[in-house]
């Protein structure tokens, strides 16, 4: 069974500081990857995703993730983060053909 | 319509009541997936429909928990007799791919059971 594992459930970070969550996932087969945002009282909104290709992906808002495939992580970046980035991120893997399987969630919070 | 729509936004019911949520997937979407979000434990898969069909109802947690989808479209998720351990945000996502690759959630309904 696939698994997502993120390491920090906190991380708290200084605004224009460049900030790193960790996800890590287990699977024996292809993957995908996303990475989803909660604001306050929302739903979730994809941030970015790896089907194949590039390792280095690019989504919204300036953040970053890398897919590792022999360290089987997929690690979420921003080099200058702002107070409205604080939200919960939730590392997810598809588990195809019918379902995302999410990590426990980072929450991030941004201070001036 | 634009997005997921999910209704109710919040909802107070009674231990031991029968709740219904309803969720609106994006027009077209041919998948759409339920999700328990509760403090403690994360984000947790319920139900997948593929177009009126459910080929995986494996996460849901017990036979209290129903769900249906009509005309492709408008799905229920219903949960009889509710109990505490009920209250969580209940999210509905829909894809059009079928393959999780472009799932869109809505913004989930509030359920607490008093």
């Known amino acids: 069974a696939q698994s997502v594992t993120q390491l920090d459930s906190q991380v708290p970070v200084f605004e224009e500081a460049p900030v790193e969550l960790r996800c890590n996932y287990s699977?024996?087969?292809?993957?995908?990857l996303f990475w989803y945002v909660q604001y306050p009282n929302q739903g979730l909104q994809l941030l970015l995703k790896?089907?194949?290709?590039?390792?280095l992906v690019k989504g919204i808002n300036g953040f970053e993730a890398e897919f590792n495939k022999s360290q089987t992580s997929f690690h979420l970046r921003k080099p200058s983060v702002h107070i409205s980035d604080t939200a919960e991120y939730f590392c997810?893997?598809?588990?195809?053909?019918?379902?995302?399987?999410f990590g426990t969630g980072t929450r991030l919070q941004v201070f001036p | 319509g634009a997005g997921v729509s999910q209704s109710p936004s919040n909802k107070v019911t009674e231990k031991g009541k029968d709740v219904e949520l309803r969720c609106d997937p994006i027009?077209?979407?041919?998948?759409l997936y339920w999700y328990r979000q509760s403090l403690g434990q994360g984000l947790e898969f319920l139900i997948y429909?593929?177009?009126?069909?459910?080929?995986?109802k494996s996460g849901l947690p017990s036979d209290r928990f129903s769900a249906e989808r009509t005309g492709g479209s408008v799905s229920t998720l219903t949960i009889q007799r509710t109990q505490q351990e009920d209250s969580a945000v209940y999210l509905c996502?829909?894809?059009?791919?079928?393959?999780?690759?472009?799932?869109?959630f809505g913004q989930g309904t509030r359920l607490t059971v008093v």
């Open positions: 996502a829909s894809s059009s791919t079928g393959t999780s690759t472009e799932a869109f």
């Open positions: 027009s077209g979407h041919t998948a």
């Open positions: 790896y089907l194949s290709g590039s390792t």
């Open positions: 997810a893997v598809s588990d195809p053909p019918d379902k995302l399987i």
């Open positions: 699977s024996s087969v292809s993957v995908y």
């Open positions: 429909f593929q177009g009126n069909s459910a080929p995986d």
